[in-house]
């Protein structure tokens, strides 16, 4: 059984690659996301390639064995599985469950993990709009495009939101963006670097390109 830094690593290496689309994460990025010092994190990623779980080259960066990525993925399952189950039976806000799944993610088992899997009737997404790995560990391809390339006169409905930070999340909530939310781009104000958008029933809000990259959506 891997150590939860392990498999904190390892699930961390696995959520950069999905976001930069490359086989390879540098270590660099690999420490922004962790929050450690890049050190730190080169010595681990020595420690994790003499287990087999990645591969790493010295300046090119690191990537997961089919091992790692199989490990990782079951991290993921198991956070993204845990939100949702606080969401639905606990009743906790989803502005709160990322910091608690990151915790329960290393102590639920597989049988605990896959009871709540089928209770929740097989679940495609977690309270985020993040695909959840199913049993056998595939991934549903993230579908959609960033909010903040829409042009204007689209109409598009929120899949994703991309960002865990509690507080974005509150906002997101507030503005009436949260996943399933139907939006049309109004105007797009390259000035303000604002994105202008009509939610339907006359709300309209202006929001803030930065975070609109944040959220994904599919036309329509
Ligand atoms: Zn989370």
């Excluded at 086989?23 to 996301?33: K, M, N, P």
């Excluded at 450690?36 to 779980?53: C, F, N």
Aim: no cysteine; hydrophobic share 40%; charged share 30%.
């Amino acid at each position: 059984m891997a150590t939860s830094t392990v498999e904190d690593y390892l699930k961390a290496i696995l959520l950069e690659e999905q976001a930069s689309g490359s086989g390879r994460v540098a270590t660099g990025r690999l420490a922004q996301a962790l929050a450690l010092q890049p050190s730190t994190v080169t010595a681990m990623m020595k420690a994790l390639a003499d287990g087999g779980l990645v591969e790493h080259e010295r300046y090119a960066g690191v990537r997961l064995t089919p091992s790692g990525r199989k490990l990782a993925l079951h991290v993921l399952r198991r956070h993204r599985l845990v939100e949702l189950f606080l969401v639905e039976v606990l009743g906790l806000d989803w502005s709160e469950v990322h910091d608690e799944a990151e915790r329960l993610e290393h102590a639920v088992s597989d049988r605990l993990i896959d009871r709540i899997d089928e209770m929740l009737g097989r679940p495609a997404v977690d309270p985020h709009g993040d695909p959840i790995p199913t049993a056998e560990l595939e991934v549903a391809a993230g579908a959609g495009e960033p909010l903040s390339e829409l042009p204007a006169g689209v109409r598009a409905r929120v899949t994703r939101v991309g960002d865990q930070d509690s507080g974005f999340l509150r906002r997101v909530d507030r503005l009436g963006l949260s996943p399933g939310a139907r939006l049309k781009v109004v105007e797009r104000d390259a000035d303000a670097d604002t994105l202008d958008l009509d939610l339907g029933r006359g709300r309209r809000v202006a929001l803030g390109l930065r975070a609109a990259a944040k959220i994904t959506v599919e036309r329509g």
